[in-house]
């Protein structure tokens, strides 16, 4: 995959849930920086900076001649540290109230007016989603596809267009909530995906109310971790 924003934080961020969600554990090597630049599609420099990230945070450690290690006190590390946020938290709490406000709107209307190829679209994205559990960077980007097509499922013109006009800032976003979600609840990207499910059922039964109070609890958690880590 091809990586084109905050690109060490991007890897530092891979490597670290690979580390929370035991997929690299106590003791393992990490792969080698011309490794990890290919794998990442990224430049040997970007990696050394990802490196230093992580090493700061106190997950990893570099043994002279031998290469690096996932420390053996890594995951008690990581779940003692907030996660890192790519936007200021006064600027992401306003993010998240005007998407409480549109997504939710949002959801209610997809609920009253899809039809099948939304349908079809939103179960495309939920098993992209879950086949990329694994994968931050990937999953993040079917994420943002979700609420994207939540919007275009309303048939309201105006209301995708303002969804498109907030994809930077929405990609920004979502990025740091799912990085709260995860850290203040403990979970794993298995059970975000599930919420999406858990949107997207209710959007599929045609229940509005259900759609709406759904996504807005999903937003509401990432809410209040923002609130206690500032």
């Known amino acids: 995959m091809v990586l084109t924003k905050k690109n060490y934080q991007i890897v530092a961020d891979e490597i670290g849930r690979m580390i929370a969600e035991g997929m690299l554990k106590p003791g393992d090597k990490i792969a080698t920086i011309d490794r990890l630049a ?45 996660p890192l946020l790519s936007s200021p938290p006064d600027e992401l709490l306003h993010l998240l109230q005007v998407r409480k406000v549109i997504e939710s709107g949002c959801a209610e209307l997809a609920a009253l007016h899809h039809d099948e190829h939304d349908l079809a679209l939103l179960e495309q994205i939920l098993e992209k989603m879950s086949l990329a559990v694994n994968s931050e960077e990937s999953s993040r980007l079917a994420d943002i596809q979700f609420h994207t097509a939540l919007a275009a499922a309303t048939k309201n013109p105006y209301l995708t267009a303002m969804m498109n006009s907030l994809s930077e800032a929405m990609n920004a976003s979502i990025r740091d909530s799912r990085n709260l979600w995860l850290y203040a609840r403990g979970a794993s990207s298995v059970r975000l995906w599930q919420e999406h499910q858990e949107i997207y059922e209710a959007i599929r039964d045609r229940d509005p109310d259900a759609a709406r109070d759904r996504l807005l609890r999903h937003l509401e958690q990432v809410e209040q971790a923002l609130h206690k880590k500032r």
């Open 38 to 82: 290919e794998q990442y599609g990224v430049g040997k420099s970007t990696v050394r900076e990802a490196l230093s990230q992580l090493k700061a945070r106190d997950l990893i450690e570099a043994r002279q001649g031998e290469g690096t290690y996932v420390k053996k006190n890594a995951a008690a590390a990581l779940a003692s540290l907030p």
